[in-house]
């Protein structure tokens, strides 16, 4: 690649003395420096341009980029002046069939992006007004054939570059509580949650038999003094007050929680249910009330934002004293873990305080001791795909990957699939990824029990009350609500990580590993409705080894014996047209499919001693002997 650097001061002029570029090589992966001396202080929102230019043509390209200050989405191309602002990571294939990887990073002082427009430039910026030079990492960049391995290897190269203690997916403790199904309060109750209704949810699920063990109460739960009175009738006009509002005290509305927090986590408890607390970094959306409770006892922790709202400081000891504060009262109450909202947040209310790496490092540092100390680092990260967020969470294992649930809308269910897939393959470099809450008596309910089946992360349903369908979950679960959960998160295949399955009249497939074995997920998301064709193969697995395979498709039952790279065709004739394949080695004609009622049915099975097999339930399982399936108890 070629690189040219600017910057840009504070006054808008563009300067190129006292400014280079320094590349170092890492095995595959090249790091690129940025060195900056200017005469004046460089702009805050744009302080130095890399302009990348590759040497080979450009096929096609997918571009991970913030699509909202929260969120990040996929976008694809074939001219990389197309790619948008903000793109965090970017995924592009040669004409040759070699893919690249460009992966922008957060360093001490400054975050860096890609964006397109006459050239593709990577943006550095602080945040800061007050920064006049720059020697941070860029960015890294590598090629190859396999653009799974190459994420890997530049998220790994960048992490021991930045040496801030960051740590990767694998070397992240997956919270045991999590093997469990769960349930959320907010689509379920959303504005109107309250103590009787999530004593009459929980008889519900022992009525019916479903085995959740955990529960996070979601907003509204918290004292806002702005909710006293209000008929919680309209349910906008309820979300537009509730992101205006600000925390009063750290205990539950009296109204609605009569008795407190403790006494009604209390009660859920009674039901064998663990409970989670769901709570934004700022206390509440806009803050807290100056002179209420919760303002008093952390009023030394806090500052006054430009716009007058009063949120924790920053600085690691600061923040760390204001979690502490919250987190103590939260885990005497009963909480055993947290889900912390509304994460990126630096730019909106700590610009101009300190350079972004800083902020974002140390605002991390503090939730996370407190979080750790409280809760044994049991935290669902949500709203926090910044990737200011992203490369500074030294510890906390999971992070939402999707925009929020929208029950009963097909076309959100296409964004929500392409979101958490195609960011799982950047997040889920640092995390065990939360494809987010979903309903079991939707229209789509199966659709999404199968992307949580294969996602690799939680299982979590957010049914209103006497809504849950016991059947619906059954397939994802064992007896004592133990989900069936994948070794990592999901991904597309190979074939489809740059292309649009939007606009394309391709399937769209989803893979993960399982042991020995694997899964494929196939989907139409064709934005037209058209019917769909490809392929599914082993080889579309990452990481399987083997020479032959049974596949084994779960709603037709049907199965075949394939050599590695063989392909099966896979027609969908429509958006409600899907189909789930189990792929499991073919060894001296025998092979294992475990319990097949189930989408992840290798994770039935407690171990295999040569055609002996121990199952974790007393249920039969099924296997293909010499070419037939046969059904063994």
């Known amino acids: 690649m070629k690189f040219n650097i600017w910057y840009k001061t504070k006054d808008g002029s563009i300067q190129t003395e006292r400014a280079s570029v320094t590349v170092e090589q890492h095995g595959e992966v090249n790091a690129v420096y940025a060195k900056v001396l200017s005469r004046l202080p460089l702009d805050a929102d744009f302080g130095v341009g890399i302009d990348i230019e590759p040497e080979c043509e450009i096929k096609r390209f997918m571009a991970n980029y913030r699509h909202s200050e929260f969120w990040c989405s996929p976008f694809f191309g074939n001219n990389l002046c197309d790619v948008p602002d903000e793109t965090q990571a970017l995924l592009y294939e040669r004409e040759d069939g070699i893919f690249g990887v460009i ?11 890609l964006t397109g427009g006459t050239k593709l430039t990577a943006r550095l910026f602080s945040w800061y007004g007050k920064l006049s030079s720059c020697s941070d990492l860029a960015f890294v960049y590598a090629e190859g054939e396999n653009p799974f391995e190459l994420m890997e290897k530049c998220v790994k190269t960048a992490l021991k570059l930045l040496n801030t203690g960051v740590r990767t997916r694998e070397e992240r403790d997956y919270p045991e509580i999590f093997e469990y199904l769960g349930w959320c309060s907010w689509d379920s109750m959303q504005i109107r949650v309250c103590e009787d209704g999530l004593i009459q949810k929980c008889k519900e699920f022992k009525e019916k038999n479903i085995p959740v063990k955990w529960a996070i109460l979601d907003d509204m739960w918290a004292e806002v003094h702005d909710f006293y ?29 009569p008795n407190g927090l403790k006494a009604c986590i209390d009660k859920i408890k009674e039901y064998g249910i663990t409970v989670g607390m769901w709570h934004p970094t700022t206390g509440y959306w806009r803050g807290l009330e100056k002179d209420g409770k919760a303002y008093e006892q952390v009023k030394d922790y806090l500052i006054e934002t430009e716009g007058g709202l009063y949120i924790h400081d920053y600085k690691a000891d600061k923040a760390y004293m204001f979690y502490k504060t919250f987190h103590n009262f939260l885990r005497k109450c009963g909480a055993e873990f947290v889900k912390i909202d509304n994460q990126t947040m630096t730019r909106r209310y700590y610009k101009g305080l300190a350079p972004v790496g800083e902020v974002a490092r140390e605002f991390h540092g503090g939730m996370e001791a407190s979080a750790g100390e409280y809760f044994g680092s049991k935290v669902i990260n949500c709203m926090g795909m910044g990737s200011e967020d992203m490369w500074n969470r030294q510890t906390s294992p999971i992070s939402r990957c999707s925009d929020d649930f929208l029950p009963e809308n097909k076309q959100w269910f296409k964004k929500h699939i392409l979101q958490c897939a195609y960011n799982c393959y950047v997040q889920g470099q640092f995390y065990y990824c939360d494809w987010d809450m979903w309903w079991t008596d939707d229209g789509q309910a199966v ?28 397939p994802l679960i064992l007896s004592d609500g133990r989900i069936l959960r994948c070794d990592r998160p999901a991904m597309p295949t190979l074939d489809c990580m740059t292309v649009n399955p939007l606009t394309s009249d391709s399937i769209f497939k989803l893979q ?4 020995d074995g694997g899964v494929i997920a196939v989907f139409n998301l064709n934005d ?17 080894q083997g020479s032959e395979f049974v596949i084994y498709e779960h709603f037709s039952k049907e199965f075949k014996i394939v050599a590695r790279d063989e392909k099966i065709q896979v027609s969908l004739k429509d958006e409600d047209d899907f189909k789930l394949y189990t792929v499991v080695p073919y060894v001296n004609g025998f092979a294992a499919l475990g319990d097949v009622s189930k989408y992840i049915s290798l994770k039935t099975i407690k171990c295999i001693i040569g055609e002996n097999i121990a199952m974790y339930e007393d249920v039969p399982c099924t296997v293909v002997k010499d070419g037939k399936l046969i059904e063994r108890r």
């Not at 993960?512 to 042991?515: E, L, M």
Request: glycine fraction near 8%; proline fraction near 4%; charged fraction near 20%.
């Open 512 to 515: 993960n590993i399982c042991g």
């Open 229 to 257: 009175g209000q008929e919680y009738s309209n349910f906008s006009e309820m979300v537009q007050l509730m992101h205006s509002s600000r925390l009063y005290s750290f205990e539950a509305d009296p109204i609605r929680f």
């Open 447 to 474: 659709k999404n029990s199968i992307l949580r089946a294969i996602s690799g992360g939680p299982i979590y349903v957010s049914d209103q009350i006497g809504r849950s369908r016991r059947s619906v979950l059954e």
């Open 103 to 113: 992966l922008p990073v957060v360093a001490n002082q400054y975050k860096c992006v």
């Open 528 to 544: 037209e409705n058209k019917a769909v064709n490809g392929t599914v193969s082993p080889s579309d697995i990452q990481g399987i």
